[in-house]
Each structure stands twice: as structure tokens, then as C-alpha cells.
């Protein structure tokens, strides 16, 4: 008995410590603002002696017990050193945000510390905007939680739209799987909302998701944030990229593209305490895009050396096969199409059939998420359609064969990735895991296999690291190198190829895909025509031989050219990468030395300096 209540009172004396510690920093921070360092340290040291000298007239501390409870203080004085960090007096601060496709994190780096920045205990929100019947606007889990209700209204998926063409064959295809409704305005997607008389771009639901972010950042750090880095797939062309730049600005936020790779490896190297030079594979599936980069990394010098993607592939495209495959299967064993009315006319039908579609890929993609931990689950929806009760069973072995194209495609991607940056899968000597569909057990076997056994490297945070790497590139880009805890530097390289078209309708490529940034090359043109005056450049980004095939960037004349023979006049084209992807054309005429110069930092489709005014407004007027 005499053991068990000297043992209650060992556990009452280091409980008051504890109080005791807390109590007293708490004065101090309530007394001032702002503690120097060294005072908050010496604080620390003051108060826990003490505390531990009142522990010991209430009962005997062994030498463990007193290790164990100063190590306890020394956990407690950390807590009290991040949250003295953030009311340090500072100007602004610059935050990181992963702007996902399914879900999206915001971060910011203070003192070399990073801190992910939570919402409701969450340190990711669903990239979901709700439209309210009361004309109120719901982001993240408020607004996925609504989705079943009012389908039609839902909004996900914009990053999947954003910078494309209502015309691009993918955006037919979701279309036929997306609850909501989206029509074409010359060329360029937009999303129609039932008893909405205005029609929103996918800048505009992304710009609102960019707002939320910022907001809980804001509140976390009780200051204003109007500077963000924002992480975009390697891949991503220049429109997608301008238009996400848009969507920035629609939120009130000053911000810089960065590749989600590139993020993910300076989290990854911060990490890393050795200076030797390491080859890094960079596998970041996430919900709807998919990156692979090899990078070299040493000594905080983070060297992208080739990158490759595909923007359309991830958990939605899984999740998507899991839908279809249901609609078949019911179809053939009932005769009820779950699908039908996804096209009608009559708005009953439609929104029946959003709210059935809904239903079924949200079940999907929880079970879908179980089958990484089990072998087996079941798809159970009940009254799906009318008095039907949908109750499927759906193995793992089904959803590896219904996505076995799209695993074999990331494994073929990372092949060719691995041979652009010149290397071997051997001189690879860490891959990292990035993005919430690398924990797919299939994605992982195949990785391994192909890597010939080599352990996959899940250290980082595969939901968290995109947006700590941003947020240490947010304090480097804006005046704040002197908080980042190790000297960190970035070397990337051109997502695509970067041409002209030439006769014929060909690309003719003049910096090739993954080439170092920033760069300058310069190819030879001849005119074409007998007495030709003037040359017309169009100037385009892609792999396709066709020029009209990729992405098309700007054009433009060079005029005043000697009247000559075809091909007697000769014109040198130059490009040049800017380090923040800035790109400039300048076309000369040897013979007169005329010049005309391009500066491709728009594209036709992008919102015009009045669609983001107007934008601006609609968005604060909804928050």
C-alpha cells in the first residue's frame, strides 16, 4: 500500500510542476507582447529549476524522475518558442500553399520553422466551393459535406479545367462524370449554377478555395498575408500556370508558381542532414495530377534535372474507373442505368442524376481509400435510385484491373523521366512518395518491382510536403532568407518543349523540354517566299510535331525584310527563360539588323485586368 501512495504522490508532485511551469510562462506572455530569446530562455531555465526544487519538497525524485520531468519542461518551453515566434513584431508574412485537386494545404516558415497551418484540427481542406441557396459561399469540408444535398451547386475538380479549352477532348470526358454543368463561352470552360445569372471561370472557384487559405493563415498569425508561393503540377503548361497566377490575384494574393516536385524535394532536404550528393526521384500522384522529377541535391542546392507528368491522372481518374464500373455492372445485372439523365434537358432528370452520381463517387472514393488496408470492402448506398439499394462487393484485385493502365502509365512516365536526366534507375538513390494516391499498395508494388527492390522513402509528409516546401520558398522569395534555418537554392528546368511553326505546320523546337532555367538559345530562319517582306511567328509550347497540336503562346511580324529570293534572307530567332518563366521572343533580319521582340507572359483565354476586377468583388461580396 506504502508503494502505491508514494507513487500517486510522484504523479501529483510532476502533474503541479507541470501546472506550475504553464501558469507562470503564461504570466509573462500575458505581461508582454514579445520576448527576446534569450529572455524567454532564461525564463525557462528560472521557472523550471524552480519547479523542480518545489517537486522535491514534496517528495523524492530520483535522478530518472528529475531527467524525466525537466524533459517534459524542455517539451513545454518548445510549444511557448514557436507560439513567441509568431507574435514577434514583423511588417508581413509570406505563406506556401499546395493548391490541389482534391485537397489543398496552407504553411508558413518563421525562423526556419515551418508550421502547417491547421483548419478544424485538419491540416487539409477539400478543394470544394458550395454555392448556398442563400446565396452564401462554403469552402472545403463545409462544402464537400453539402454535396450530396446539392449536387449541381457542388463545385470540385477546377484545377482539372483551369488554363484549358472547353474543347480539349479531357474536359469532355469529365464532364460526362461531373455532377455539375459546364458550357463553353468562346472556347473557355465556364460553370453554370442553378438560379446563378452570372457563369464562373475555374480561376474563380480556385481564387475562392486561394481566399479560404489565405483567411485561416490570417487568423493563425493575426496579421495580413497578401504574399504566397503556389505550387502547380511540373507539368502544367503556361496557360494553366497564368491562369493560376490569376486565380492568386483574384484572392488578393501577390503570388509565384513553383513545381510541386521542386516544393516536395526542399522539404525533403531539409530533412537531410549529410552534404553529400544525392540523385532524388521526386513520385507525386496526387488527386487528379501526376509529377515525377530527378533531381540532384546537395548542401541545400536543389538541381532539377529532368521533369515529366501527365496533368490528368490521380485519385479522381481511379475513382472515376470505380464509378463506371458500378454503373456497368448494375446496368447488367438490374437493367437501371444509375447514369441515365446525366444529359437531359428536363431539370428534374438532371439533378436526379447529379445527386445519384454524387452519391457513388463519394462512396467510392472512401472505399477506394479502405482497399489500401484491406482486400475487400463493399459499395453500399441505400435507395440509390427509386426504392434500389446498391450493395456491391469491390475487391482490390477489381480496382488494380480497372486501373492497371493508369499504374503502368506512372511507372512508364517515370521511366522516361529517369532517361531525359541522362541517368539509370540504379544512379537513382532515394524515391520520395508525394501525394495521397502513392499509398496505394499497387502503385508501391510497381515501384519497387521496377526499381529492383529499393525501399521507397516515405519520410516526408505525402499530404503536407508540397505546401512546406512552398512555404520555405515563400520566405526566400520574399526578403525573409535570413529565417530560412539552411541556405536553400533552387535550379529548375522548362516543363515542355518551346518552339516555332514552321512550312508545313511542324514545330520546329528551339529549347527542349527540361532544359535549365534561365536559359537563351537561338535558331536560323529563312524566308519562305520569293519577294517576301514580311514573316509571321507563332509561337508555341508541347511535344507533338504538329505546332497546332500544342500549346499555342503568341505571335507575332517581323516586318520591313529585303524584297529577295525564297531563302535568301536569313533571321535568327532567340528565346530566353526567364528564372521566374518569363519568356521573350526576338526575331532579326540579318541584312538590316531590324528587330521585333515578343514577351510571352499572356495568352489568348486569360481574364483580362476588368474579369478579375469584377472577379475581386464578386469574391469579397460572397466572404
Known sequence: ???????????????????????????????????????????????????????????????????????????????????????????????????????????????????????????????????????????????????FRRPESTIFDAKRLIGRKFSDKIVKQDMELWPFQVIGDNDQPRIKIPGHQNTYRPEEISARVLFHLKKIAEEYLNKTVTNAVVTVPAYFNDSQRQATKDAAEIAGLNAKILNEPTSAAIAYDLQWTSDFKRNVLIFDLGGGTFDVAVLQIKGGKIDVKAIGGDTHLGGEDF???????????????????????????????????????????????????????????????????????????????????????????????????????????????????????????????????????????????????????????????????????????????????????????LMSVIIPRNTRVPCSKKSQYATLYDWQKVVNFSIFEGEDPLAKDNNKLGEFKLSGIPIARAGEEKIDLTMEVESDGIFHVTAVCRSTRGTKTIKIEAHKGRMSKKEITSAKKRNLKFH
Not at 449 to 468: I, M, P, Q, R
Request: charged share 35%; hydrophobic share 35%; aromatic share 6%.
Open 319 to 505: 475513382d472515376n474507373e470505380m464509378v463506371k464500373h458500378i454503373i456497368e455492372v448494375v446496368k447488367k445485372k438490374t437493367g437501371k442505368d444509375l447514369g441515365r439523365g446525366r444529359n437531359s434537358m428536363n431539370p428534374e432528370e438532371k439533378r436526379s442524376a447529379s445527386e445519384r452520381l454524387r452519391r457513388i463517387r463519394s462512396v467510392c472514393e472512401k472505399q477506394k481509400r479502405l482497399l489500401s488496408s484491406s482486400t475487400s470492402t463493399t459499395i453500399i448506398i441505400d435507395r440509390i435510385d427509386e426504392s434500389y439499394d446498391l450493395n456491391e462487393q469491390f475487391t482490390r484485385k477489381t480496382f488494380e484491373d480497372l486501373n492497371m493502365a493508369n499504374f503502368k502509365k506512372c511507372i512508364e512516365i517515370t521511366a522516361g523521366v529517369i532517361t531525359d536526366a541522362k541517368m539509370k534507375k540504379g544512379n537513382i538513390e532515394d524515391i520520395v512518395l508525394i501525394g495521397g494516391s502513392t499509398r496505394i499498395p499497387k502503385i508501391r508494388e510497381l515501384l519497387t518491382k521496377y526499381f529492383g527492390g529499393k525501399a521507397l522513402n516515405s519520410t516526408v509528409n505525402a499530404d503536407e510536403a508540397v505546401a512546406y516546401g512552398a512555404a520555405v520558398q515563400a520566405a526566400l522569395e520574399y526578403g525573409k532568407r535570413d529565417e530560412v534555418s539552411k541556405n536553400v537554392w533552387v535550379s529548375d528546368v522548362t516543363p515542355l518543349s518551346l518552339g516555332v511553326e514552321i512550312h508545313g505546320g
Open 1 to 147: 500500500m506504502k508503494k502505491e501512495e508514494d507513487e500517486y504522490a510522484v504523479k501529483t508532485a510532476l502533474l503541479d510542476a507541470r501546472v506550475y511551469y504553464n501558469e507562470e510562462m503564461e504570466k509573462h506572455f500575458q505581461a508582454k507582447d514579445w520576448l527576446e530569446q534569450a529572455e524567454l530562455q532564461k525564463l525557462h531555465e528560472e521557472i523550471g529549476d524552480t519547479a523542480i526544487e518545489n517537486t522535491k519538497k514534496e517528495v523524492d525524485l530520483t535522478a530518472d524522475q528529475e531527467k524525466q520531468l525537466r524533459k517534459l519542461m524542455l517539451n513545454l518551453y518548445k510549444r511557448y518558442d514557436d507560439k513567441n515566434l509568431l507574435r514577434k513584431p514583423q511588417d508581413t508574412y509570406a505563406i506556401g500553399i499546395d493548391l490541389g485537386t482534391t485537397y489543398s494545404c496552407v504553411a508558413v516558415c518563421i525562423k526556419g520553422k515551418v508550421k502547417v497551418i491547421p483548419c478544424d484540427e485538419k491540416t487539409t481542406i477539400p478543394s470544394y466551393v458550395a454555392f448556398n441557396a442563400d446565396n452564401s459561399i462554403s469552402v472545403g469540408e463545409a462544402a464537400k459535406d453539402q454535396a
